[in-house]
Every structure is written in structure tokens, then in C-alpha cells.
């Protein structure tokens, strides 16, 4: 099949119009088949009615005296021939009540042998100045036939005529219909084409579009932005990298060079340091990415306790206590595991890193929120504002680390719609994430 044949056949404008098409044809089809079966079945009916009719019409064109003594018909209208002409198909006699006819139609005469036609009668009886008259009327079927041969013809052919001209006149409609409600999807098409790596802050209109393809519109636009953040973030992510890591990489390189004699203890150090930054990256690159959560019920108590037996050999490496409190020990969230793991784990070890020799870092555990607390020197206000942004560093740090661990928390937060908050304290700093 040629392939401008399959993409009309799958267009919806080519569907639109078979649909419409098989719709008028079996339209057609069933009020020819309703109208065949009323012809059929009703030629006895169309018949006494007929001659009901003709009864009626006698009746209304009979004349009286003022003693309302019958004097004959006046007929007003084209019927008065059609007895004189066709005798032996329509016949009419007016009666008294004593059966003596008064008036009737011209008798038909029948050749010898010749059959006679089966009428259908009807019988009318009008009373007048105390009088009553019986009219009988009769119809032969052919003459009822021939009448309604002509109608029915008429009406198949009307009805035909209409059909044909309603199809093309609606297919008409339809196709220049489709074709402008179908112009503002083609232009979106187009304008969705356009949309590359270096311009994916660009966004399909939104207006003038039918109601029906707005949400499809919205959520490709929705995705756009999701797909601008993480090409951002992930340039954003190789910048970072690629300036965190030239310059240890470049001390090494040098100190290599030199032979590295007498430097085993720095270069091993060094090389722990740059071990560390590259872990980190990698989980910030894994948490950065929503689709690698897998979220679960989560009891808080158990995770917590398992962080801190995690981190109690830091802990007594700094010589500071770490305190685990909280409310209710049932208490659930719903989240990743690994997530929020890394998370506290994250919090408390900035802690401990900040903490003075012999104080204590506290772990409260709340329903709604969880706080991490030391008295350590504190935060200085003006750090607030960058305390999560990727590779900052408070400068009167005391350790060394790659300043990716408060952004991987903030991360974390941010793909749970958790809030995250820092404030600092006298002495020491706080921090809160609150669930929900």
C-alpha cells in the first residue's frame, strides 16, 4: 500500500468522513426499507380510506332546498370526472331511508364475461331538515394504486434527491469543519518541531485551540519544563564537576610528578577527598532524578536508629554524643527509604562535623517533622541564602567535603514535597524537615 494511501486512511479527517458516510447510508437504508413496508402493508388501508374520503366529499357537495329536499351535487373541486370517466372504479349513490336512490354515478357497463373489479366501500349517513341520507361511496384498488403509484414516486424520488444532496452538502460542511478545527493542531505541530536541545525554554500556544486538545497541549508543555530543568540541571551538574575536580586533579598530577616522595599520607588523602566528591556527585545526579524513587511506607523510628548506629564511629572519631528523641514511636511516613536515609545521615554528619568535642547532636522525631540540633558555633545569617546551593562552603569550615551534602538534602525534600529549613540558634543551628 503506497504510503500517502495508509497515512489518509489513519487521518482523522478521512475517519471523520467514512463515519459519516456509513452513518447516511444506513440512515438511507432504514427509512427506505420503513417506507417499502408502509407501501406494502397498507394498500387495503390507503383504499378505505379512499373511499371514506370520496364519502365525505359527496357529502359536503350535496344540495337542498329550503324544505331540505335533495336536489343534487356541486362539485367545487377536479373529483366531478373522474365517476363519468371511470365508472368501474369509483362509484357513489345517495339513498333515503326507505333505500330509494336518489342520485348516483353513472353505471359501468361490463362487457359479457368481462370480470368485475373488487371495490371497497364506504357507507356515510347525513342527516338534513329531519331527513337521513346514506351515501355509499366505492374505490377500485388499481385507482388507489395509480394514485399513490404517482406520490410514492414523487416522494421516493424527493427523498432520493434529498438524501444525495444532504450528503454531499453535509460532507461539504464537515470537511472544511475538520479542516479548521484540525489548523490549530497543525500549527502546534509545527511549532512543536522547532523545539530543540537549544531551545527548550520555548512553549506551545496554549490559546485558541479547542477545549478538547488544551489538556494534551498543557501537559507536552509540562513536560517541556521538566525536560528543560533536568538538560539545565545536568549542565549545570557537568559545570560543577568538571570545576570541583580540575583543581585536586591538578595538586595530584603535580605532586605525582614531583616523584611523590615522602607524600604518601597527602596523596592518599587527596585522593580520599576526590573518592568523596565523586560519590556525592553520583548521588546528587541519582536524587536529582525523580523516576529512581520508589516510595513506601516508612517507619521513622527503625530508619533513624539504623543512621545513627551507621554514623556512631564518626560520632566517637569527633568525641559527640548523638542523642535520638521523639514522640511516637508508630510514627509513618510515606517516601523512599534510601532517600530519607541519606538524607539524615547527610544532616547528622554536618552536625557532627560542626559540633564541638564533648557536646551533644539531637535527633527529635515528631509526627509531622523531624529536628536535627547541635551547639556548634551556629550559622552566620548571611550563609542562610546559600547554605543549599551545590559545591558552597561555609569558609570558617573546619573539615574538608565537596559542599554537594546539604544540596542532596535539599533535593531529597524537594522530590517528596518535604520542607527543608536551616536557622541557627544560641549557640548551635537547627535543622527542621517537615513531612507533607
Known amino acids: 500500500m503506497p504510503q500517502w494511501r495508509h497515512e489518509w486512511r489513519q487521518s482523522l479527517t478521512f475517519k471523520l468522513l ?117 351515501i355509499q361511496a366505492r374505490v377500485s384498488d388499481r385507482l388507489v394504486a395509480l394514485i399513490h403509484l404517482g406520490a410514492e414516486r414523487r416522494i421516493g ?98 605532586q605525582i610528578e614531583l616523584g611523590g616522595a615522602g607524600h604518601t599520607e597527602q596523596l592518599l588523602g587527596d585522593v580520599d577527598h576526590l573518592a568523596r566528591q565523586v560519590q556525592q556527585l553520583l548521588v546528587l545526579a541519582e536524587v536529582s532524578e525523580r523516576s529512581n524513587y520508589q516510595p513506601a511506607s516508612i517507619h521513622l523510628l527503625p530508619l533513624a536508629q539504623e543512621v545513627i548506629r551507621f554514623l556512631s564511629p564518626l560520632a566517637t572519631k569527633h568525641r559527640v554524643r548523638l542523642n535520638l528523641l521523639f514522640e511516637d514511636a508508630s510514627t509513618m511516613v510515606h517516601g523512599d527509604r534510601m532517600a530519607l536515609f541519606v538524607l539524615l545521615k547527610n544532616l547528622l554528619e554536618n552536625a557532627l562535623n560542626f559540633s564541638p568535642a564533648d557536646s551533644t547532636v539531637s535527633l527529635v522525631l515528631r509526627k509531622q517533622s523531624l529536628l536535627v540540633r547541635d551547639v556548634g558555633p551556629g550559622i552566620d545569617p548571611a550563609h542562610l541564602p546559600h547554605l543549599f546551593e551545590r559545591f558552597w562552603r561555609n569558609p570558617e569550615r573546619r573539615h574538608e567535603g565537596a559542599g554537594l551534602g546539604l544540596s542532596i538534602c535539599q533535593e531529597i525534600a524537594r522530590a517528596h514535597d518535604w520542607q527543608l529549613e536551616a536557622r541557627s540558634l544560641s549557640p548551635g543551628a537547627e535543622f527542621e524537615l517537615t513531612f507533607g
Not at 98 to 108: C, F, I
Not at 176 to 195: F, G, K, N
Not at 217 to 243: K, P
Open 18 to 134: 467514512a463515519s459519516y458516510l456509513l452513518a447516511w447510508v444506513l440512515t438511507v437504508a432504514l427509512v427506505g426499507a420503513v417506507l417499502w413496508l408502509v407501501f406494502q402493508f397498507q394498500t387495503s388501508d390507503r383504499a378505505r380510506h379512499s373511499a371514506e374520503r370520496i364519502a365525505h366529499v359527496v357529502a359536503d357537495t350535496l344540495v337542498f332546498d329550503a324544505q331540505g329536499r335533495l336536489l343534487g351535487l356541486d362539485w367545487q373541486d377536479e373529483l366531478q370526472w373522474l365517476p363519468a370517466a371511470l365508472p368501474e372504479d369509483l362509484s357513489y349513490q345517495v339513498s333515503d331511508r326507505s333505500g330509494r336512490v336518489h342520485l348516483q354515478s353513472p353505471t359501468p357497463r361490463h362487457p359479457g364475461g368481462a370480470p368485475q373489479l373488487p371495490l371497497y366501500s364506504h357507507t356515510l349517513q347525513v342527516t338534513r331538515a329531519g331527513n337521513t341520507w346514506t
Open 157 to 254: 424520488g424527493t427523498a432520493l434527491a434529498t438524501a444525495v444532496l444532504s450528503i454531499l452538502l453535509l460532507g461539504a460542511v464537515l470537511l472544511l469543519t475538520v479542516q479548521r478545527l484540525l489548523r490549530p493542531l497543525r500549527e502546534t505541530s509545527a511549532q512543536a518541531m522547532q523545539i530543540g536541545p537549544q531551545q527548550l525554554s520555548r512553549r506551545l500556544d496554549e490559546q485558541n485551540l479547542p477545549t478538547e486538545l488544551k489538556p494534551l497541549v498543557h501537559g507536552f508543555n509540562q513536560a517541556l519544563a521538566r525536560l528543560e530543568d533536568g538538560f539545565r540541571n545536568q549542565q549545570r551538574f557537568l559545570e560543577n564537576a568538571a570545576h570541583e575536580l580540575k583543581t585536586p586533579l591538578a595538586l595530584l598530577r603535580g
